[in-house]
């Protein structure tokens, strides 16, 4: 399955200088469920998201870009469409980890089925947003939890959404 995967606060902020805008460990359930939903997977970023993240292990990385040059553990491919048509077949489960642009396109690609987002309950600032008017257009929730953490410092949700 494709599956849009993002952290966004309630304003929709999802970045800030090209990293989470929110600190480190902030949202203690929120790296080790990511891990858990993308190990093993196909994940599939822009230049500046896999540079923010560097190459993550045990998954195939594979970058979006006309600049960028290969390098040891990524693939990279010029088109969202052209990564997503061979790769599906090497591996179904595909993550879009962003950023802005490769989630814009996925939402609109019928091939990606779902999106799992923490939705974080805090007002933050940052200069990039989830194109959450036409994500909302596409898809439809299908499954809320807040997370319950011990000593949170921000409180968070885990969403899962499905294509209308």
């Known amino acids: 399955m494709i599956t849009i995967i993002a952290a966004v ?3 929709g902020v999802v ?3 090209n990293q989470l805008p929110w600190p480190p460990r902030s949202i203690p359930r929120d790296m080790p469920h990511f891990r858990e ?3 093993n997977a196909t994940v599939i970023s822009g230049k500046k998201t896999s540079e923010s993240m560097g190459v993550l292990k045990n998954r195939r990385n594979i970058v979006i870009s006309n600049t960028m040059n290969e390098t040891e553990g990524i693939t990279i491919y010029s088109t969202l469409r052209e990564s997503i048509a061979v790769e599906k077949f090497k591996n179904p489960d595909i993550f879009l980890l962003g950023g802005v642009g490769i989630w814009k396109e996925g939402i609109f690609l019928p091939d990606v ?3 799992i987002i923490t939705r974080v309950h805090a007002t933050l ?5 989830f194109p959450e008017e036409e994500f909302r257009q596409n898809f439809e929730l299908f499954y809320s939890q807040k997370w319950k953490e011990d000593e949170p410092q921000l409180s968070a949700s885990l969403e ?5």
């Open 125 to 129: 600032e940052g200069d990039t947003y």
């Open 113 to 115: 089925k779902r999106a």
């Open 160 to 164: 899962v959404w499905m294509r209308k």
């Open 15 to 17: 970045g800030s200088n």
């Open 37 to 39: 939903q993308t190990v």
């Open 9 to 11: 606060t309630a304003t």
